[in-house]
């Protein structure tokens, strides 16, 4: 278990799992599902772990390592997102979209 960031690898681990291709046709499905899955206050503490994690400096090689090797996430985003921070602001703001309307997808 990451000790830094423990909701967003369960999250990014979990649902993006080496699995989730077969699950799921894109990956927005996957974080759909995981809000439909999850607490307000999973989702908001998620939020909170991507907001440090896009703030802690890491290079654009750093935090894919990070997401892919250390955290255990599966869904390669360089294949839609030019970067890891536009797609976790991707991420986020589905997530914040899910928390601000005071409910669930």
């Given at each position: 278990?990451?000790?830094d960031?423990?909701?967003?690898?369960?999250?990014?681990?979990?649902?993006?799992?080496?699995?989730?291709?077969?699950?799921?046709?894109?990956?927005?499905?996957?974080?759909?599902?995981?809000?439909?899955?999850?607490?307000?206050?999973?989702?908001?503490?998620?939020?909170?772990?991507?907001?440090?994690?896009?703030?802690?400096?890491?290079?654009?090689?750093?935090?894919?390592?990070?997401?892919?090797?250390?955290?255990?996430?599966?869904?390669?985003?360089?294949?839609?997102?030019?970067?890891?921070?536009?797609?976790?602001?991707?991420?986020i703001?589905?997530?914040?979209?899910a928390?601000?309307?005071?409910?669930?997808?």
């Amino acid at each position: 278990m990451n000790q830094d960031f423990p909701e967003l690898q369960q999250f990014l681990a979990g649902f993006f799992n080496q699995d989730w291709i077969d699950d799921h046709k894109k990956a927005d499905d996957v974080i759909d599902f995981f809000i439909s899955e999850s607490s307000e206050d999973t989702l908001l503490e998620v939020q909170a772990e991507l907001d440090k994690l896009m703030r802690s400096g890491k290079t654009e090689q750093e935090l894919e390592d990070y997401l892919l090797s250390d955290i255990g996430c599966y869904y390669y985003y360089r294949s839609e997102w030019p970067d890891g921070i536009t797609w976790l602001r991707h991420v986020i703001s589905i997530l914040k979209n899910a928390t601000s309307s005071n409910g669930k997808l």
